[in-house]
């Protein structure tokens, strides 16, 4: 009698995935472009969110020169730049000459005086309505705004008038203390525009992450990805804020220019940290349900080791011919059914 043609327990099995696999597949794929859609929306959004609170209004420009006038390091070289624009701008290099010849400095004159300009209040005031004006035209889109120089030379000019005798009679009358044209200034509204709707946009890219936890098959997959993605945007926000105005400080060798960034900066520390803590918080609950999950599986395996309880894939399964048809007891040619 011809021996069996072959044996399950020996060969190997049939590569053709089930049905099950294929599912399982399609939607682990189909949960990856989405978690992926979802991630770089998450990413864009972050950056998008900052650039809007920068510039969307004038406040954050306000309070970074609020910052500069009242540092100790940055008020001294904010006041010798304005020292030097009195002496070159408003009395000007010929009469600064003629004055020394008569035994009066008019660079040092002009750099004390520019301390107390700076603590003018009128001064601060008319300096804030030309922040407001220079943002009104280069992200409003109003071109029409007008950067009111005179009312600041005037402002200076009071103080001096106040405070030096000798210096208000070589001021000259005509004279501003810069010279800035609102026409020339960049026109950014379209770009801000631009920033709002894309911000519009990555914000509804957002809801691929909710939409590939709920898809995949392993749930704590697209946690653990959102979890680094959020890690990542946290930390390096987080260094920009804090290293990025030192850096800036060093590269222009200006301490105002520090001084302006970290104003502005602070305020993304707390939402970068509570960013990079979600992550922390989006890993640990991915960690947690990779574990149920696994200790569930090595359950399993052991009570299926033991023979106790179902297989819930057993459908999936071949059966072997020797449990699955009829079954024969005898030795040598006599071979009995039941």
Do not use: C
Not at 61 to 79: F, K, M, R, W, Y
Not at 142 to 160: F, K
Not at 252 to 267: D, K, P, Q, S, Y
Not at 298 to 324: F, H, M, R
């Amino acid at each position: 009698m011809p021996g069996p043609a072959g044996s399950f327990y020996l060969d190997s099995p049939a590569t053709q995935p089930s049905t099950g696999e294929v599912v399982s597949r399609v939607r682990a794929v189909s949960a990856s472009v989405l978690a992926f859609i979802g991630i770089s929306s998450m990413a864009v959004a972050a950056l998008l969110s900052g650039a809007h609170f920068l510039f969307s209004d004038a406040t954050p420009a306000l309070s970074a020169i609020a910052a500069v006038i009242n540092d100790p390091v940055a008020h001294v070289e904010l006041q010798g730049e304005i020292g030097t624009a009195i002496s070159d701008r408003l009395v000007g290099t010929e009469t600064a000459k003629l004055a020394s010849d008569y035994g009066l400095d008019v660079k040092e004159n002009s750099v004390e005086l520019a301390g107390a300009v700076l603590d003018d209040a009128t001064f601060r005031a008319t300096v804030d309505e030309a922040i407001i004006d220079a943002h009104s035209a280069i992200f409003g889109g109003n071109r029409s705004a007008q950067i009111n120089i005179s009312a600041i030379t005037q402002s200076i000019v009071d103080v001096i008038a106040v405070e030096s005798d000798q210096m208000t009679v070589l001021i000259d009358p005509n004279a501003d203390i810069a010279t800035i044209d609102a026409t020339d200034l960049p026109d950014m509204s379209a770009a801000l525009d631009f920033v709002d709707h894309l911000l519009l946009i990555a914000m509804v890219g957002l809801v691929g992450i909710p939409l590939a936890a709920v898809i995949h098959p392993k749930t704590h997959r697209v946690l653990s990805w959102t979890g680094r993605a959020l890690l990542v945007i946290g930390l390096i926000g987080l260094a920009v804020a804090v290293g990025g105005p030192p850096l800036a400080g060093r590269i222009t060798g200006w301490t105002a220019t520090e001084v302006a960034l970290r104003t502005i900066t602070v305020r993304f520390i707390v939402p970068t940290v509570t960013i990079a803590l979600s992550g922390i918080g989006f890993m640990s609950i991915a960690a947690g349900l990779r574990h149920v999950e696994t200790t569930t599986n090595t359950n399993y395996g052991a009570v299926a080791a033991l023979g106790i309880g179902q297989d819930p894939e057993a459908d999936y399964l071949p059966q072997p011919a020797a449990l699955s048809g009829p079954r024969f007891v005898g030795t040598g040619q006599q071979l009995t059914s039941i």
